[in-house]
DNA sequence: TCTTGACTTCGAGTATACTCTAACATCTAT
DNA sequence: ATAGATGTTAGAGTATACTCGAAGTCAAGA
């Protein structure tokens, strides 16, 4: 005899709330859950690697539709394998370019915290324009230069 | 006498649509930008610079709510220099979140990509569970007991 | 002058992912 | 046996960020 969770088990133990977990249902997310006579649905231990896989796929920023997909390559075991790799190659690459973007940003950011502080020292926002042109530190220049070139409308890596 | 460009200037240099534009005006996010008097909108070339750092702010996961916020206090100029630098200090936080997050997921998604390449080779997405014991890879081993903990409900760290 | 294209506002529509409510069924412990 | 917790469904509501359409205004060139 086995063991079954119910959604509100799972719900405690994933913190994906009862809810979401519908809704993930709804969504044929969780076509691999059985029911039990009277509809209930009925988790095994087996299940929570597939919804672990949900979670992984959902905090890498893939859609509902697209792990729709997934999930549907899982119920066909292993003649789908393939495919499966496939997707989790796509979201890799998904991922870096996530994760270079957000480097960026980090960039942009990192130097607007250290110029706010600059120019909180000299309690003036442009400061810098009221230097002679040698004086200015180098990290203003490039970011005007970075600002000039979004104002020429140079194309960008989006 | 000054050179304006329109929003259709602005959205063909900056690729942010006349639409998105005005949405983004409509919301408290363009204050700073003139008008003509029969209402049309017109951009100088200093407009460039609060259009490109609410760029940075969106693609960082800013939400407009809090880049409304932020052009707020750069409405208010000087005094408000200090304000403006906790934001992007708060910002870098959220981006190093946001960068730590998602290279954890790439982890795991590195896992996937060789372990479906392993079950393809052997043709069975379960072929550890037939091999003895010490002959499973210890990145399998690893992974399971992730699982585990994520059924057992083991605290987060989201 | 008239046409054309770009501008304006307002408000409705779309997409995504929940999140909640209502009405009802079922299971469990006293 | 009955109360109360937990389960079910369908469908409505929320939040976010656009995205589009309609109806109208305005400026410049043929």
Redesign the interface.
Known sequence: MEKYYTIGDVA????ISAHTLRYYDKEGLLSFVKRSESGTRLFT?ED??P???I??LK???MPIRKIREFMSLYLQ??DT??E??VM??E??ES??E??G???D??K???Y??WY??E??KR???NYYKKLPEQEVDQRIIEFNK??DD????VA?E?
């Open positions: 405690a133990r994933t913190g231990k929570f690697e919804l672990y896989t979670t992984v905090r890498s920023g075991g292993n394998i393939h499966r790799y989790f190659n979201q890799r991922l870096l996530q994760i973007e957000l480097e940003m980090l942009i950011v990192d607007k915290c706010f502080q120019a909180e309690g003036d926002i970075i600002v979004f104002r020429e409308g960008k989006d």
